[in-house]
Each structure stands twice: as C-alpha cells, then as structure tokens.
C-alpha cells in the first residue's frame, strides 16, 4: 500500500516551500521557489500574483521529485497574511499587482480614519489597530484607484483574496472562494465574537460584500483539487492558516501561555489565550490563532515588520555580505557593537508603537565603526525589538513567558538566539524542523482528514536550548539604549 502523504504549503514573502510530509509529520520532500519582490516607489511593496503561483507549482515539482511515491491525500495551505489580491471571476485572471503586507501607501486612510473617531470600532471588533499592515484598507486603495473596478465589485465580477484565498481558486479550478477564520481576522473587516464578516466596517471602507470570500474552519473540508498536475481530482484541501498561526500550531503551542516567534521577513510573536480573545492594552493585536473540530482558539499577537529582512538589506543594500549566512560569523568577529543601534523602521514601526512614517535609523557611529559593528547591530535590533512585544504581551496576558519557542530562518542564526535570550531573560527553544509554518498547516490538514489528532502530536524534539548568561543590569542598559534610539526615529 502506498504511503499517504500530506502536501504542505508554505507561501510566504520571500519564497514558496512546499513540504511532503508523512503520517508521522517527517519530511519526504521538500521544494523552495524564491518570489521576486517589486518596490516600485518608497513605501510600495508589491508582488506578481502571477509569479506567487508559479513559485507553488516549481516547489511542489522539486518536493514530488524527492519523494515520488505515495498518495497525496490532503492538502495544507499557510501564506503571508495580509498581502491582498483581487482578480476576476470570469477568468481567474490578477487585476493588479497584489499589495504586500508591507506596503505602507494606505497611511493616509488610516490616519483619516482614526481622526474620524472610528479606530475604537475596529479594535472592539477586530481587535486590530487602523494601520496600512491590514488588507481592509488595500482592498479600498485598489476599489478607488483602479478604473471601473468599484462597479465590477458590486456588480460580482471581482474577486479579493489574502494569498490563501488565491492560490485555493486556482488549485480548485476557480471553483472555491474562501479563507479561513486565521486569515480573515487579518483583515479589518472580520468580527472575533461573530466569526462573520462585519457589514458595519465594510461600509465604513466602502467593500462590496459580494468580493469578500466565504469564511471556514482552519481545519477540515475547505475545498477539493480540480485540473492541477500531479494532484487527483478531489483531493481534499484540508488545512488553511495564517502562516504565524499555523506556525504557532506547528510548535505545539496548544495551550494557554504557550508562545513562539517566528524569525522570518519580520518577527511575529503570538501567545495562546486560550478559547476567548483577550483585549489588548498595550497596543498589541488579539487574533484568531485557528479554529478546529475541538474549537477555537485564540492568540495576542506582537509584529515586528523587519527582522529577516534587515540581513537581506545589509546584503542587497549596503553590500557589506555576500550571502545571508554569512552575517552571523562577521557580528561574531567583535564583542559587541562599539555602540551602534539599529532601528529597522524599514517599513515603519509595528507594535507597539504602530507608527508607519517611522523611518530606519543606525546611531552611534564613529570613525571606529566597521561593517562588522553593524552586522552584530542587526542582529541585535532583531532581538531588541522583540522584548519590547514581550513585555507588552505579558502585561496584557497577566503571564510571565519563561520560555520562548522559535523558527523561521533566522532561527537557525545562534548568535542571534543567544542574544534573545539574554536580552529577554527567559529560555529559547528551537526544535529540529525550523520549518513550523509548513508543518503546523499539514497537521491542520493531517487532523481536518482525521489522520491524527492534536493530543498525539508531540512538537518536534529540541536540538538547541539557549539560556540567559546576561545580568538584570546589563540588560537594562541595552534596553534603555534600543528605547532612546527609537525615539530618533
């Protein structure tokens, strides 16, 4: 009897991984596509939706190639959570580029919209802050700056989609219109008591509700297969997730308190709360973290924009490394930083302090200062920044986090994790898949077909624990340190 095997997509915003895992969650095959990104004025952020669905198939052909045999019996799908598409009914086809999570060119709606008064309205409801990260006020920028796009919407023509909602039409055929719970309470318009959409907000951003697709389960029977090859007919997509929800559900964190970050484009760092959203006080995000056949379970969550995305600017921008990789040996080379901080306010300021005209900022130079110095600055940004969501996540929870599960990429980086460790005080835990995002959504989807259940999944064994060698006064100092320097920003 053949294997069966469980097809995992992780479609984020650098890059496509698609897993094949088998009952046991091992990985049979693995795929990578990277996704080129458009930046086609400051602040704009765009992709090629085109482009996102060839880098699925080219990883799922270099996944299948791995691992030829077996059936593939269900299907997971986890994708960058706001980036929002729209394209039409008729044929499927994108109307615009789609808008990154990133882009901030919706500031200006945001900040008219909060002066109205009505930013109390969309936190009560959605527990989001007005802020140009969220698909809502996309959805609005492409309605009014596309001609004839508004009446198309209204008269059903369009459809708008996060990225999971757009690859689940093509892979069914165009036949499906739906996300999930996890994705849709991305948006600004999706209501945590109800679980509907909320007409109220849509009216204030003036969104058709006839663009908007049907709402379901992270879990179960979400739509099938139709036309993909390589796939049969009626294989059931069964695991839908934001990718730091499924990314939360992939390290195990199924009961209240448990928290992780993922180490990847930005940082993300979400805590179960447990069965009921929990309002945040300190400007913080409650969010949707799944719903399953058990119930639904809900999640603080703490977003810092840029974290991977800061080495690949050090790459790319300053050309002081050549490869990724080789930032973590160069900040290794000194001490300590010769006292330079970095701020990556490259895309504005995420929580707490939500301010997207926040621009970057490196401080501290002197004439002593070398590339080095500013790798190991990066580095610690990264970590930096995290504390800050750490300690408003734990006022807002009534919890202390003692322990702090990680993935992502940068995870792999272990300076980094010695350093987020030290500067939070608390323990780091890497398990051996890195890879949570992909292997959270094919245990949604492993659980949605009943192949297994969450009491029998053990989250993946630890090969690195990182524990805190920094003292409570030295962290003060490099805390109060990274507080001044955002305030230049």
């Not at 109390?120 to 007005?130: D, H």
């Not at 023509?157 to 219109?177: N, P, Q, Y």
């Not at 308190?257 to 309002?279: Q, R, W, Y």
């Not at 259940?453 to 805390?479: I, L, Y």
Request: net charge neutral.
């Amino acid at each position: 009897m053949s294997r069966p095997l469980i097809l995992a997509i992780d479609q984020g915003t650098t890059g496509s991984t698609v897993l094949l895992l088998d009952e046991r969650m091992s990985i049979r095959g693995k795929g990578y596509c990277e996704l080129p990104q458009s930046y086609p004025a400051p602040g704009l952020v765009e992709h090629d939706p085109e482009e996102i669905w060839r880098t699925v198939l080219a990883a799922f052909a270099a996944a299948r190639a791995q691992a030829p045999g077996g059936d593939i019996v269900g299907v997971g799908i986890a994708n960058q959570r706001e980036t929002t598409v729209l394209w039409e009914r008729a044929t499927g086809r994108p109307l615009a580029p789609a808008i990154v999570w990133q882009d901030r060119r919706t500031a200006d709606r945001c900040q008219a919209l909060r002066e109205a008064g009505h930013e109390p309205a969309f936190q009560r409801s959605t527990g989001l802050v007005l802020d140009p990260y969220f698909s809502g006020t996309k959805i609005a920028w492409l309605l009014e700056n596309l001609p004839g796009l508004r009446s198309r919407a209204r008269d059903g023509e369009i459809a708008f989609g996060t990225v999971d909602s757009f690859l689940v039409w093509r892979l069914s055929g165009g036949k499906s219109h739906v996300t999930d719970v996890s994705n849709a309470s991305r948006t600004l318009l999706f209501d945590l008591g109800t679980l509907n959409w909320n007409p109220e907000l849509c009216r204030l951003l003036d969104i058709p509700a006839q663009i908007l697709p049907r709402v379901g389960p992270s879990s179960g029977s979400l739509a099938s297969i139709a036309g993909i090859d390589g796939l049969a007919d009626g294989t059931p997509i069964a695991g839908i997730a934001g990718d730091q929800h499924a990314a939360l559900y992939g390290q195990g964190c199924f009961s209240r308190g448990d928290a992780k970050c993922t180490f990847g484009t930005g940082s993300f760092l979400l805590m179960n709360v447990g069965e009921k959203p929990v309002p945040s006080s300190r400007r913080l995000l409650a969010t949707l973290a799944w719903q399953t056949g058990r119930g639904t379970s809900y999640a603080l969550e703490g977003s810092a924009f840029v974290a991977g995305a800061l080495v690949q600017w050090l790459r790319e921008g300053l050309g002081i490394i050549k490869t990724s990789a080789e930032v973590e040996g160069l900040a290794a080379s000194v001490p300590d930083t010769g006292g330079v901080t970095i701020v990556p306010a490259l895309a504005g300021l995420g929580a707490p302090h939500w301010r997207p005209e926040a621009r970057g900022l490196i401080c501290g130079i002197s004439r002593g200062t070398t590339k080095a110095h500013i790798a190991r600055a990066a580095l610690e940004a990264m970590a930096m920044q995290n504390v800050e969501l750490v300690r408003a996540m734990e006022s807002d929870a009534g919890r202390s986090i003692t322990a702090l599960r990680v993935d992502g990429g940068a995870a792999n980086n272990d300076l980094l994790m010695q350093m987020q460790a030290d500067f939070l005080g608390a323990e780091i835990i890497r398990p051996a898949v890195v890879e949570s995002t992909a292997l959270g959504v094919g245990l949604l989807a492993a659980h949605g077909l009943g192949l297994s259940s969450p009491e029998n999944t053990q989250p993946a064994a630890n090969v690195a624990t990182f524990q805190p060698r920094m003292g409570p006064a030295e962290r003060e100092q490099v805390m109060a340190r990274w507080h001044a320097a955002v305030t230049k920003t």
